[in-house]
Structures are given as structure tokens and as C-alpha cells.
């Protein structure tokens, strides 16, 4: 069993109707600036119909070479999959934008924040759901149904990047809050606290594949000695949600004590089933060093490291370790666990950053 | 389960008949160096007789006031003990000299050696075991029953020093190899290889007594994620077991490659049940970044950890992590596992540090 958690860095869609006949995608992040006629995707709508799950039309289409694993090949093949599957025979005029305060690539689920993104666009857009934004709101959220169909377009999007998603991602990016996930079943969690962090990325890569056959050949090797470890894990995930929901009643400083040491003993049972890295343990070794508990987050073996910021943790204590980590050639973001789902705000609700990034345009 | 090996840093004792009707005791590792008249030994003799147990007699005699728990006082209270236990009537002469490669109060079973030491030349020396030194021989060792006796004394001395010991260090002391040892049953292994092994004293003090009781509370508070953890550790000590006899078959350097994860798993869990210390990680990670293996050894919570070192470890490699775990303030011997139990050496056959040791008395 898995807790998978919301993040507090956004990933932000704009989609406006175009004059031109054209379908614009700009993604700054990753410096891709696409446009398309639409009579052209148009044309494409028969064979693609026809069999949808074959990506060998849009890569085609696209000019991606075959076997194209890369950021922008795979945003764009999961762009046109849901524009055309989405929208359907009656391809509209529109100028997208997908602005992120994820980074991609570090395991933190930044397709599965831009699939949802563009399925609850889209979605929207051709009325397929309602435009759940009320004059007097500055968020507005979509009912629970609705939630449940960006969910599955997400999910499809997701398989396009992904091939065999858990769904985790874009199930939390939707709903957000917490979910456990148990073999293959994802249950959302009522009420989860809203618990600040620091997220550090060591911009190490990995691969989950290989993370993940490397854990089972592990277990083959020694299945006395690392199934109990992966028995304690599933009991951790209890108890961790055993204290959130303890948490949503009335915090005190025990749950952040039985928090950290949850945190303390996870990273170790990570590193013993063999998904640590030494920049990991780093991580661990230089916020220990100020009273602060982390561990890995995702899948492990490089990518980013979550550390628990208690609400007396004194802010020098942040800065200090947040410049030591940088200092350790990382990245750090200050942020919180626990966020809301996808949702509709208005420009002036936007947090500074986005509303300048998409300014800037 | 745990698993005790012999530590090839040896304790050497010295006994010979004394000429003017004194007893005397010379620690040089500690500068204990005292010496009682036979008659006033033979005088403590009735009331010690009625009630060995009582170490007031004891500790009043040598003048120790009541709680002296230091080294110096126990290791008196342990000699005065065995000596009066074993001579009983007919109290010798004799001149006693104990040396030590171990350092004491580093959980490596310094005081269990002495014991030992003291045991075997006591029992020698007043004829009830053989002395088992032959001409041609330059190291001999008792029989199976004699080694038992030792044992038993040995495990009387060590229940002077430290209340209610566990007896594995004495039985490792008497017999070295190895031992198994599971809720209070020892059982000797076989046949062991010899293992090169780098063992570092971190100097960080620490109670046996408070670390069982943390790991006891954890086990209360959390019993489902550390029940598992234990029963992992039970699971590495019998893969542990199966590769050592593994290895006196044929040594490879699969067998080695397994004992490295073996090692770093059971540190992880080490660390999880709470008997870890900042400064064991910190060996961890200087002897990794050579590509190196250790875990603590003894109770944990400072004093000893113990690094893997393989036939094809380069040299240099091992100068180098010596240098920088002694820069960290931690003190590094070099030495094996595996090591022969309780002999009698010629003076030739002595290394160069005891023979030095105990020709500046």
C-alpha cells in the first residue's frame, strides 16, 4: 500500500478560442511552440477514429520519429490524442497554454498535473462538463461526476506518456487532498491536513522500470528478508493515515513527532529495497542535521526528497537548509502537502509567478 | 537471532608464582597496578565462602565505595572474585598481568576477554584443567570440557561486572569462530571463515540498558511496522549463517557481494529500531564512497561499527578510509573474524604489541 499526496505546485492551463482556423499548444516550460491548421487534424479524425490506441498516426502526423521518449514528443502525442478524442468531430479553434510550477521528469507527477489539466480544459470547453466558476468565487471546483470523467480522460493521456500508469498521478492531481492506493485500487481519503514542506530535487534521473524490477529481484533473492520490510511499509501507510486523519481533528506537535519518525523508518526500508540513491541520503543527512526528518518521494533512486516543516520550525532553519541543499547542487521548493484538486480560478486568484508567466507570453 | 564472531584483537594474560606471599594485579590499558598480602586475602575468606555472591565483602575489602561502577573497580571486584572463587582454600602467590589490543567500554567485549583470561590461567595454574602447551606448539588450546569450565568462570566474572550479561561474549572469548545465539540459547557455528575486517570506535558512549528499552518502546508503539523489521534482522542472521559455512567450502566473491547487502540491510534496520547513532551513519557513508560495507556492531548507539573488507579491496583503498574516519575522531584497527577462542601462546609466538607491552612491565 501507497499514500500518494497533492502538492502544492500548480500546473496551470489557459484555452481560448483562436481566430485563425488554427490549434496553437505553447508549453514554456520545455520551450515548445506548436500550431496546426485545423482542417489538417481534421483529416487525421478518420484513421485515428478508427483506432485510436495507434499512436503511429499522431507521431506521423506530428514528425515524430518512432520511439520518440522525449518531453516535448510525448506532450504533444498526449495533446493531440485528447484534442482529437475529446472534441471529437467537431474540432475547435484554440490557443492552449500549459505553464507549470512542476518539474518534469523528477517523478513528481508532472504529466499526470498536465493531462488532467487538459482534459478538464477541454472537457469544459466543448460543454461536456459545466463551467463550474461562480462570479462570486475566486476557485471554483467541479462536482464529483465531472471529477470523475477528467479523471478518466486524464488517465488516458497519462497511458500515452506513460504506456502503464498506476493512475495514482492523475487520480491526485484531480482530487487532490491524499489517496491510498493498494494493488491497483485507489481510495480517496477524506480529510487529509494541509502539512508544509520542503521539496528538494536532485536531479539525479532514474527509471521506475528499472526501480521497480530491481525491488523484485531483491525480494526473489532474499523474500525472508524483505518481504517482512515491505509488510512494515504497508503498515507505516496505516499509520501515517491513522495520525493525517488524527491530524484533520486537532494538530499537535506528538503528530509531527510520529510523523518524523514514520518519515525516519520509511527512508530506511526504501534504501534496503533497494530504491535509494546517495544524494538521497544526503538530503536526509543535511536537514537531520537541523532537527528536520526526509525522505524519498515517488519512485526513488534519484528524483526529489520530501522534508516535513513542522509549524515551529523556525524559518532560518529553512533558509539555512534550503542554501545548503542548493549549495549541494540541488533545487529546493517550499510548498505544501494536501493541496485541492483540479480547479478553476480566476486570473486574479493566480499565484504571482503564473500570472506572470502567462503575461509574459 | 544475532550472530557473535571471534574479534582477532586479542587480550593476553601473564600468571607467575610470586616470591614474597603477595598477590598482585597490573592493568597497564587502565594503570591499575595493586597488590594484597595472601594473608589478608585468606582472611576474607570465611565470609566470602558463606555468601559469594555479596560484592560488599568484596568491594569493602579493596576499599571501593558502594555504586563504583568504572572499570578500575570492576575489574578488581571480577579478579578478587574469580581469584578467591576459584583457589578457595589454598590461596596462591601470584603475580597477574592482563594486556589488551581491545579498548574497554566500546560494547566489544573487552570485559568478557579478561574474564576469560582469567578463568583459563586461574584454572591452569591451580591444576584443574591441563595446561594443554606442547613443546612442539606455539599455540594450544584446552579441550571441549576444559573450554566449558573456562566458560562457566568466565561467565561468573562477567555477572561481577555487568549484572545480568547475556554470556555470548564469553562463549565467543572461550571459543571464538562464531556463535548463534536466540532467546538466551548459545549455539556454536561449525566452522567459519576468516573475514578481514576494518573495526572503528566512534568514542560515542552509550548504555546497553537505555537502548533495549528504547527498542522495546518502539516495538510497543509501533508493533506492526517494527515486528516485521525484527523478524527481517532474524531472517539476515540465517543468511548470514548459510553464507559464512557457504564460504569455508570455496570462498567467492559472490559471497562477499551478498555479505555487503546483508550488512547494509541490517544497518538500515538497525538504524530503524532505534539503536543507530549520527556518527555509525557518518562511517557508513565515508566507507562507502570507497565502495565499502559497514553496520554497527555490539548494542549500537555509538561505540563500534565494522566494515567488510574483501581479498580484492585494494590497500591503498583502506589507508585512505582509515585516514578519514580517523580525521573524523574515531580510532581504526584493522584485524579479522573469525578468530581462534582462548590459547596458550609461546612468548615467541606472541605479536609484536603484546610481546612489547609485556616486556616494559
Known amino acids: 500500500m501507497a499514500l500518494a499526496v497533492g502538492l502544492n505546485l500548480r500546473t496551470f492551463i489557459r ?30 479524425l478518420p484513421s485515428f477514429q478508427d483506432d ?35 472534441f471529437g468531430r467537431d474540432l475547435p479553434s484554440v490557443d492552449v497554454v500549459v505553464w507549470s510550477q512542476l518539474p518534469t ?43 470523475d470523467l477528467i479523471n478518466q480522460w486524464a488517465f488516458q493521456g497519462e497511458k500515452v506518456i506513460h ?3 498506476s493512475g495514482v498521478d492523475n487520480a491526485v492531481g484531480t482530487w487532490g487532498g491524499a489517496l491510498q492506493y493498494q494493488s491497483g485500487r485507489i481510495t480517496p481519503i477524506e480529510r487529509v491536513p494541509m502539512l508544509h514542506i520542503l521539496l528538494t530535487n536532485t536531479k539525479v534521473p532514474r527509471s521506475t522500470k528499472v526501480l521497480v524490477a530491481g525491488v523484485k529481484e531483491k525480494l526473489l533473492k532474499f523474500p525472508d528478508i524483505i518481504e517482512p520490510v515491505l509488510s512494515s511499509i504497508h503498515a507505516i501507510s ?14 499537535s506537535m506528538d503528530h509531527y513527532s510520529v510523523l518524523e519518525e514514520l518519515i525516519d523508518i520509511n527512508q530506511h526500508h526504501l534504501n ?11 538530503i536526509c543527512r543535511v536537514t537531520a542535521e537541523r532537527g528536520l526528518h526526509s525522505k524519498l518521494t515517488g519512485a526513488g533512486g534519484g528524483g526529489c526528497a520530501v522534508t516535513l ?17 542548493t549549495d549541494c547542487g540541488f533545487q529546493c521548493w517550499e510548498t505544501s502537502i494536501g493541496a485541492l484538486g483540479v480547479s478553476v480560478h480566476l486570473p486574479s486568484s493566480l499565484t504571482e509567478d503564473a500570472r506572470e508567466a502567462f503575461s509574459n507570453l
Chains 1, 2 share one sequence.
Open 52 to 86: 485510436p490506441q495507434n499512436m503511429e498516426i499522431l507521431k506521423n502526423f506530428a514528425g515524430l520519429t518512432d520511439g520518440c521518449k522525449d518531453t516535448e514528443s510525448l506532450a504533444v502525442l498526449a495533446f493531440l490524442y485528447l484534442y482529437l478524442s475529446i
Open 163 to 165: 504506456g502503464n500508469p
Open 309 to 325: 516543516l513542522r509549524p515551529d520550525t523556525d524559518h532560518t532553519v529553512v533558509e539555512a537548509v534550503k542554501q545548503e541543499l
Open 272 to 282: 534496503v529495497i533497494g530504491v535509494g540513491h546517495p544524494s538521497l541520503n544526503t
Open 15 to 44: 484555452i481560448r478560442p483562436c481566430k485563425d482556423d488554427t490549434v496553437l499548444i505553447n508549453l514554456p516550460n520545455i520551450g515548445t511552440k506548436l500550431s496546426w491548421d485545423v482542417s489538417q487534424l481534421q483529416s487525421l
Open 238 to 251: 496505516q499509520e501515517c493515515q491513522r495520525v493525517l486523519k488524527e491530524m484533520t481533528a486537532g494538530l
Open 105 to 147: 521528469g523528477a517523478g513528481l507527477g508532472s504529466s499526470a498535473a498536465y493531462c488532467v489539466c487538459l482534459a478538464a480544459a477541454m472537457l469544459t470547453y466543448c460543454g461536456r462538463i459545466a463551467d463550474p466558476m461562480r462570479e462570486e468565487a475566486k476557485t471554483s471546483r467541479w462536482s464529483q461526476t465531472e471529477l
